[in-house]
C-alpha cells in the first residue's frame, strides 16, 4: 500500500509541474509590424499612444506624413485579444462601442480584419503607412516589414 501512495505521490506532483510548466507558457508575445520603411520611434509608451490613435481612427496619418492604413485580426484571435487588452486598453465591449459612436459621427468603420498572417504580411509590405498584430515568432520573418512594438499577453 505504501508503495502504491508514494507512485501516485509521484504521479500527482508531475502532473502538477506539467499544469505550472504549461500555465506559465500560456503569456504569448505579440508585435505590432509595419511596413519596413515606416521611420516612427519612440519610447513604448509613445509607441502604444500612436499605434492605439492610429487604429482608433483618431489620427489618420504617422508622423511622416504617411496615410495610417491599420489591420485588425479575427475578433476572437489570441493577437487581437491581447491587441485589445494591451496596446489599446479597452475591452471587447469597450471597442465594438468605440466604433459603433465613431459610424454614427463620421462614417468611419474599424480597420479591416485579416485572418491571415500571410495576407496580412503582405499588405503591409506594399503599404507604407499599414501596421498590424502578429505572434512573436511570426513577426521576425516578415519580408518588408519590421517590429515597432513588442508586448505580452500576461
Not at 506624413?65 to 491581447?82: H, I, K, T, V, Y
Not at 502578429?134 to 520573418?141: K, N, S
Amino acid at each position: 500500500m505504501h508503495k502504491i501512495l508514494k507512485k501516485f505521490a509521484l504521479t500527482l506532483a508531475t502532473l502538477a509541474g506539467m499544469f505550472i510548466g504549461s500555465a506559465i507558457a500560456q503569456a504569448d508575445d505579440f508585435a505590432v509590424v509595419v511596413n519596413a520603411g515606416n521611420t516612427y520611434s519612440a519610447d513604448d509608451a509613445g509607441l502604444k499612444t500612436q499605434i492605439k490613435r492610429l487604429y482608433l481612427k483618431e489620427s489618420s496619418s504617422w508622423p511622416s506624413g504617411d496615410e495610417a492604413l491599420p489591420f485588425g485580426r479575427a475578433d476572437d484571435s489570441p493577437e487581437q485579444l491581447a491587441f485589445m487588452k494591451n496596446v489599446l486598453g479597452m475591452s471587447a465591449n469597450e471597442l465594438e462601442g468605440h466604433w459603433l459612436k465613431l459610424k454614427q459621427i463620421s462614417g468611419e468603420t474599424p480597420p479591416r480584419a485579416i485572418g491571415s498572417g500571410r495576407i496580412l504580411a503582405r499588405q503591409i509590405g506594399k503599404n507604407p503607412g499599414a501596421f498590424g498584430i502578429f505572434p512573436l515568432a511570426d513577426a521576425q520573418t516578415i519580408e518588408g516589414g519590421k517590429i515597432l512594438l513588442q508586448f505580452s499577453d500576461q
